[in-house]
């Protein structure tokens, strides 16, 4: 929009073009987050072993996805926290009490993704 509310004339893509633009962004986006954050790399690499060992250890198609489903999550998360610490980066590295928040929130947010992962496993293999 601009400033005087009328709709700004650009090209969208549509049907197929626009999945594929999707898609390279999407994987852009992942190989970014793999080359930049330490943090992303550590939790692939947990979610290299956390996946086939929960579709192996799951009994039914519901365990599976409890034991599988938070791991993916925490990826998700970890990508969401890093899109937000290079947001407030882009904008300003000096110290500000709003930025400091909004990193230490997206933080939190990973940290909380964690803590259902490890739920989830004790709940659905201690549950048996």
Same mark, same amino acid.
Not at 84 to 96: G, K, L, P, Q
């Given at each position: 929009?601009?400033?005087?509310?009328?709709?700004?004339?650009?090209?969208?893509?549509?049907?197929?073009?626009?999945?594929?633009?999707?898609?390279?962004?999407?994987?852009?986006?992942?190989?970014?987050?793999?080359?930049?954050?330490?943090?992303?790399?550590?939790?692939?690499?947990?979610?290299?072993?956390?996946?086939?060992?929960?579709?192996?250890?799951?009994?039914?198609?519901?365990?599976?996805? %409890? /034991? !599988?489903?938070?791991? #993916? =999550? +925490? $990826?998700?998360?970890?990508?969401?926290?890093?899109?937000?610490?290079?947001?407030?980066?882009?904008?300003?590295?000096?110290?500000?009490?709003?930025?400091?928040?909004?990193?230490?929130?997206?933080?939190?947010?990973?940290?909380?993704?964690?803590? %259902? /992962? !490890?739920?989830?496993? #004790? =709940? +659905? $293999?201690?549950?048996?």
């Amino acid at each position: 929009m601009e400033a005087n509310g009328a709709a700004v004339d650009r090209y969208k893509p549509r049907g197929v073009t626009r999945v594929l633009r999707a898609l390279a962004a999407s994987l852009h986006g992942l190989a970014g987050a793999y080359r930049e954050e330490a943090a992303f790399r550590q939790e692939l690499a947990l979610a290299v072993l956390v996946i086939p060992l929960g579709l192996w250890l799951g009994h039914s198609g519901i365990e599976r996805a %409890l /034991l !599988v489903g938070p791991m #993916l =999550l +925490v $990826l998700i998360v970890e990508l969401l926290n890093s899109a937000i610490e290079a947001t407030v980066d882009r904008i300003s590295f000096e110290h500000h009490a709003l930025a400091g928040l909004a990193k230490d929130i997206g933080s939190a947010a990973v940290l909380m993704s964690i803590v %259902l /992962l !490890v739920s989830m496993w #004790l =709940l +659905v $293999l201690l549950g048996r």
